[in-house]
C-alpha cells in the first residue's frame, strides 16, 4: 500500500462505477475507505445513518489495532484519549482474585498490549482520515436496499433523501454490522456457537476524578458484572440480565445507580447511556461471493470478554485491503481474494472459542458450579508463576511462501529504528507496504542476484535492521535501536523476514541461497500471483 497522492475527483454520481463501495461507516468501513483510498482506489461508502453514531460500543482495542491507527496517521493524536490498561482482572462474587491477566506497555506490535477508549472519539479521528481523501467519497443517509452482481461489477440500489438511485463498482465490502443487509442479500448464512446472553450497559462520564476499578471481571453467581474503563473520561458498568424482558424495568435510572452505588455517585459521574445487547457468537458461512466480501460484524459476532470484536475487524479490513489493491491495480489474479476467509477465519473462530470459554467462567449462575470454578482457579492461579497472557494464534493456509519455515502467518515484531535522521517505529520511518527485513549478508545476496532493482519497482521495502545506519540507493540501512530485530531473527533462526502489509509474515529464509528464493516468491505473489519470478543462476 502506498501514500501516493492523487488530484480530487468529483462526486461519484448515479450509475458510476468505482473501484470499491464500501457499505458501512462503522469503524471497521472507516478503515477499509481508509486503507484503499490511501492506495489510489476510487472508494464509495454508503451509510444509512444521517451521521457518525455517536456513542460507545466497542471498549477497547489492542496493539495490533493501533498499529493500523498509526498507519492511518491518528495514533499519536489518540494516545491522549485512551487509557493504556496493564491488567485485567477476573473476581468471583467474594472478591477473590481468580485471574489476573497482564498486557505489556509495548507489545509485539511496539505498542501498548491494551488500550481502553471512548469509540467516538475513534470515530471522529478517522472521518477525518476518510475525508481528507481525495478519491473517498462518505455519503450518510444513503440506504442500500439491492444488490445484484455480474462477472464484472457490482450493482446496488440505494435509498437517500433524493430518491432512489444506482452505483456500481468492481467490489463491495460489507461492513455493515450484525444486522448486515449485504449478507442478508448474499443469502449467507450464519454458524451459531449457542453463546447468547442478555446484558444492560450503562456508560458513565466523570465529572470528577473517581477510584473505579479499570478492567474487571466479577463472577457473581447473583449478578455477573463487567467493569470497563472507556478511557480517561468514560466508564462502563455491565449486568447480565435475567432475560432481555427485565430491560425495560432495569434500565430506570434510580435503579441503576443502585447497581452502582458502591462504586459511584451522581457527584462523581453523569449516566449518559443505557442500553440493551444480546452478546453472541455467530460467524458466516461464506465471507466472499463474486465480488462482494464481507468483514467485522457482518462476518462474524463474537462476546466481549477478550475485547476483540473491533480488532478482529480491523484485521479483515487490513488483510482485505492489501489484497484488493493487488487485484484492482492488475498485480494479482482475483482468486487471491479466497485466501481472505482461509486465512481469517481459523483465526477469528479461535478467538470467539477463546470468548465464549471465559464467558461461560464469569457468568455461572449455579452457586454450586462457581463454587467449584473458584477452587479450579484460586488452585491455578497458586501454580502459576507468572501472570496469564493473552496469546492470539497465528495464521495458517493462504497467502504466505510455500516453505513451511518458522515464523510464518506470525504477527510481526515492530521495533524502534534510526535512519540516521529520524528515531521511530519502523512502520512510521520506512512506510507501509511489503516489507523484507534482511541481515546485510543477505542483501548483498540480493544485489548479486539483481533483485533489489525488481523489489523496488514491486514496491517493497527492503530493510536492514543493524548495529548502524547507512545510507544505501536501494535499501533502508536502519540502528535496530533496542536489538528488536536481532533477538526475533534469532528467535526464528532467519536472516530474512518478509512483511505483509498486513503486519503478518509471508515467510522467512536463512542463508543467501534461501533469502533470495524467498524474495522471488515474493515477486512472483505481488507480480500475476501464480507464475513463479525468475532469479538469476549467479545468484
Given amino acids: 500500500m502506498t501514500g501516493t497522492e492523487v488530484a480530487a475527483v468529483d462526486p461519484v454520481p448515479n450509475g458510476t462505477a468505482v473501484d470499491v463501495i464500501v457499505v458501512g461507516y462503522g469503524p471497521v468501513g472507516m478503515v477499509a475507505a481508509a486503507l484503499l483510498g490511501r492506495a489510489g482506489h476510487r472508494v464509495l461508502v454508503l451509510e444509512r445513518y444521517a451521521g457518525l453514531y455517536n456513542l460507545p460500543r466497542a471498549a477497547s482495542f489492542d496493539d495490533e489495532t493501533m498499529r493500523t491507527l498509526a ?3 491518528v495514533a499519536e493524536e489518540l494516545l491522549p484519549k485512551v487509557r493504556v490498561q496493564p491488567t485485567y482482572e477476573w473476581r468471583n462474587g467474594s472478591g477473590e482474585l481468580l485471574i489476573e491477566q497482564h498486557f505489556a506497555e509495548a507489545g509485539r506490535s511496539g505498542w501498548a498490549e491494551w488500550n481502553m477508549m471512548y469509540q467516538p472519539d475513534l470515530e471522529e479521528a478517522l472521518d477525518a482520515v476518510c475525508r481528507s481523501m481525495p478519491r473517498v467519497e462518505v455519503r450518510h443517509s444513503s440506504a442500500v436496499v439491492a444488490l445484484e452482481q455480474t462477472a464484472e461489477h457490482v450493482t446496488l440500489t440505494v435509498e437517500d433523501p433524493e430518491g432512489p438511485r444506482t452505483v456500481t463498482a468492481r467490489y ?18 450464519l454458524f451459531d456457537y449457542g453463546f447468547s446472553e442478555p446484558w444492560m450497559v450503562c456508560d458513565f462520564r466523570f465529572r470528577r476524578p473517581t477510584p473505579v476499578p479499570p478492567a474487571l471481571q466479577l463472577g457473581d453467581p447473583l449478578s455477573p458484572t463487567s467493569i470497563i474503563s472507556l478511557g480517561p473520561a468514560h466508564h462502563r458498568f455491565s449486568f447480565m440480565l435475567d432475560s432481555v424482558d427485565d430491560f425495560e424495568t432495569e434500565r430506570d435510572p434510580q435503579r441503576v445507580w443502585k447497581r452502582v452505588a458502591s462504586y459511584l455517585s451522581p457527584d462523581d459521574a453523569e449516566l449518559i447511556r443505557v442500553a440493551t445487547y ?13 465480488r462482494v466480501l464481507l468483514a467485522g460484524d457482518a462476518a462474524h459476532q463474537m462476546p466481549p470478554f477478550l475485547g476483540q470484536g473491533m480488532c478482529s475487524g480491523f484485521r479483515d479490513a487490513q488483510n482485505l485491503a492489501f489484497k484488493l489493491d493487488l487485484v484492482l491495480r492488475g498485480a494479482a489474479p482475483d482468486d487471491i481474494l479466497d485466501t481472505y476467509q482461509t486465512e481469517r477465519e481459523p483465526h477469528v473462530r479461535a478467538v470467539t472459542e477463546k470468548g465464549i470459554e471465559l464467558g461461560h467462567l464469569q457468568t455461572l449462575r449455579d452457586p454450586e458450579r462457581a463454587a467449584e470454578r473458584d477452587r479450579t482457579l484460586l488452585a491455578r492461579r497458586a501454580e502459576a508463576r507468572t501472570p496469564e497472557a493473552v496469546r492470539l494464534p497465528d495464521l495458517v493456509d493462504g497467502l504466505f511462501a510455500a516453505a513451511p519455515e518458522t515464523g510464518r502467518g506470525q504477527l510481526s515484531v515492530q521495533g524502534v529504528v534510526d535512519d540516521g535522521t529520524r528515531r521511530d517505529r519502523l512502520d512510521q520511518l520506512v512506510g507501509a507496504g511489503f516489507h523484507l527485513l534482511v541481515e546485510e549478508g543477505s542483501l548483498n545476496a540480493l544485489e548479486r542476484a539483481g533483485l533489489l532493482d525488481d523489489l523496488g519497482r514491486a514496491g517493497v521495502r527492503v530493510v ?3 548495529e548502524r545506519a547507512a545510507a544505501h540507493p536501494k535499501a533502508a540501512v536502519v540502528h535496530d535501536v533496542h536489538g528488536t530485530y536481532r533477538a526475533w531473527f534469532t528467535e526464528l533462526g532467519c536472516s530474512a523476514v518478509v512483511v505483509r502489509p498486513d503486519f503478518y509474515v509471508f515467510g522467512t529464509a536463512s542463508g543467501p541461497d534461501t533469502v533470495t528464493g524467498l524474495a522471488g516468491e515474493l515477486l512472483s505473489a505481488v507480480h500475476g500471483g501464480t507464475g513463479r519470478h525468475e532469479v538469476r543462476a549467479d545468484a
Fill in 71 to 73: 498507519r492511518l496517521g
Fill in 278 to 290: 444480546t452478546f453472541r457468537s455467530l460467524i458466516a458461512d461464506d465471507w466472499r461471493r463474486g
Fill in 464 to 466: 536492514v535492521p543493524g
Fill in 172 to 189: 463491495v465490502l460489507g461492513c455493515d454490522g450484525g444486522n448486515s443487509f449485504v449478507r442478508s442479500a448474499l443469502g449467507v448464512g
